[in-house]
């Protein structure tokens, strides 16, 4: 079971290699890097590639790791012996599987994509060690034992707006998707816009990347904002020759999507002030 990228996505040989690491050693892939990089991608582009389900858990602020194991409705429980219902007497009626549950139980080997654990409280990845590292957890409520009867591909995403603990990132193996160069973007922008202009992409790109060298710069644009940001060249018909020139001497056309707060949007507005005061 190898991956090697797929028609729809650009994957570097070091994440082929990190993706083929990780399902031979039957640990669960940590894939950090900046935000709109692929990494959510990966796992669906993992699951085609592989012909496999793919199941995500994507992760908020308030979500526990128990959710992923599973929930007991007590409060619905008790409702229904209130009122009669015979259903009170079998407790599986008021368990609901969770996104682990769902992928140990499969009949066949699966993507699990746990999205962006770094959303959650610092106890959360330490409350799945157990989980992730034996494949099994017990549920209190019946006695029963779930065990996972084929091991999934578990991949699992971070932001790195937190730190994540030393003995989780034991369990995983690690891979940081870098930012791609001028030819990969290029190649990206290829397979997402086939037959687009090359001259648009060379001076789009240029631009693109001159912007994300501006020092001071509050957020970077990312992958998936400079295809948003060509996809617009090409809707309004852009002149390439137009995107020519420093990109910090003029705000960007259609700037709305790249640049996504007012700090950046005023820091672009004041070089192009400056850059005009010095007769550029």
Not at 14 to 40: C, F, H
Not at 48 to 56: F, G, K, P, Q
Not at 90 to 101: A, E, H, T
Not at 165 to 191: G, K, M, N
Request: aromatic share 8%; charged share 30%.
């Amino acid at each position: 079971m190898q991956f090697q990228g797929t028609a729809d996505y650009i994957a570097d040989k070091d994440l082929m290699v990190a993706v083929n690491a990780a399902i031979r050693l039957e640990r669960p892939l940590l894939v950090k890097g900046e935000p709109g990089t692929g990494k959510t991608e990966l796992a669906r582009q993992v699951a085609s590639a592989l012909d496999l389900d793919l199941i995500e858990w994507n992760i908020k602020s308030t979500t526990k790791a128990q959710q992923g194991l599973y929930e007991y409705d007590a409060v619905s429980r008790l409702r229904d012996s209130q009122l009669g219902d015979a259903r009170v007497n079998d407790v599986r009626n008021y368990i609901r599987q969770g996104k682990l549950w769902q992928a140990f139980t499969v009949p066949k080997k699966c993507v699990l994509l746990i999205d962006e654990i770094d959303k959650a409280d610092i106890e959360f990845p330490n409350d799945l060690l157990q989980e992730l590292d034996r494949m099994e957890f017990h549920v209190y409520e019946t006695g029963e034992t779930i065990r996972a009867a084929v091991r999934p591909i578990v991949i699992i995403t971070s932001n790195n707006e937190k730190e994540l603990p030393d003995a989780f990132l034991r369990r995983c193996f690690f891979h940081y998707i870098r930012f791609p160069d001028a030819e990969t973007l290029t190649r990206i922008v290829e397979v997402h816009y086939p037959g687009i202009k090359q001259t648009l992409v060379r001076a789009a790109l240029t631009q693109f990347f001159e912007i994300r060298d501006v020092p001071g710069l509050k957020k970077k644009p990312s992958t998936s904002e400079a295809l948003d940001w060509i996809r617009l060249l090409v809707a309004d018909d852009i002149d390439p020759a137009t995107l020519r020139g420093d990109a910090r001497s003029v705000l960007p056309k259609l700037h709305g999507a790249l640049l996504k707060n007012e700090q950046d949007v005023h820091l672009f507005e004041r070089l192009a002030f400056m850059a005009r005061g010095q007769g550029r």
